[in-house]
């Protein structure tokens, strides 16, 4: 469902997944902790949770130096993927994560997925949210050469639609969503669910903060996803 805001041009609100959506991100931090561990790197968990949101080549960086030699780094993450595979039929979406799209789509947005996750995970997450019918596009960390907190994976799911910067507000749950979107120009809502503080989130530049999904759908038509969309010309 499209909101045109000029002639051919969309309103697009896009979704972060994993600690947004569907309640992951630790299941993330264990699956990288022992990941890591198989490759004898025993990097704390509080760490490996900061990181979260980041693309897997983002996350490797972050935790063992991005001056380190990268001969493991594809084994690292595949062994990652292996072990969060696990817990695909399991996953859990947040309450009201699913009518909070699908509510976002009847005000007037394109619904669009922007995730650093790989593309096995971002079809288990649909699966578990089951609301595809709203879902215009989604995006994965392979579609782009740099993830989160770069802005690429926020450009490349505006251009999925044909959406511009102006008519698009993200929604996420990690410092580093807050970061993409904004170096992409577009403003970032965020909730609290992915474990990072009200604080974070709005000294990284989040435009509002709301508990979770279900305080989010609650409110909004007071929030940023509430605003109409500009009129056709």
């Known amino acids: 469902m499209a909101a045109h805001t000029g002639q051919g041009r969309r309103s697009a609100a896009l979704f972060d997944l994993d600690g947004t959506l569907v309640d992951t991100t ?22 490996i949770h900061r990181a979260i949101g980041m693309g897997a080549d983002r996350i490797l960086d972050d935790l063992l130096g991005s001056g380190r030699s990268r001969s493991e780094d594809e084994s690292i993450a595949d062994a990652h993927g292996a072990l969060y595979a696990v817990w695909y039929d399991v ?6 994560a699913a009518d909070l799209l699908r509510a976002t789509a009847a005000r007037g947005w394109t619904v669009v997925l922007a995730s650093s996750a790989s593309e096995d995970e971002v079809a288990a997450i649909r699966r578990a949210l089951d609301a595809d019918e709203v879902i215009a596009a989604a995006t994965a960390g392979s579609d782009v050469d740099t993830t989160k907190p770069a802005p690429d994976l ?10 511009e910067v102006e008519d ?6 990690t410092v580093w969503d807050v970061e993409a979107a904004g170096r992409a120009g577009v403003p970032c809502v965020a909730v609290l669910t992915g474990g ?15 508990e979770d999904a279900a305080e989010l759908l609650r409110r909004v038509d007071t929030s940023p996803l509430g605003r109409p969309s500009r009129p056709e010309s």
């Not at 996953?91 to 009201?96: A, T």
Request: net charge negative; aromatic share 10%.
């Open 91 to 96: 996953l859990r979406p947040f309450e009201g």
């Open 168 to 173: 698009a507000v993200f929604v996420g749950d």
């Open 26 to 47: 630790y299941l993330h931090t264990l699956a990288w902790w022992q990941a890591l561990r198989q490759h004898g790197h025993d990097v704390p968990m509080a760490r």
């Open 196 to 210: 990072a503080s009200r604080e974070e989130l709005e000294k990284a530049g989040a435009v509002a903060v709301y």
């Open 154 to 163: 926020v450009e490349q799911a505006l251009e999925e639609v044909g959406a």
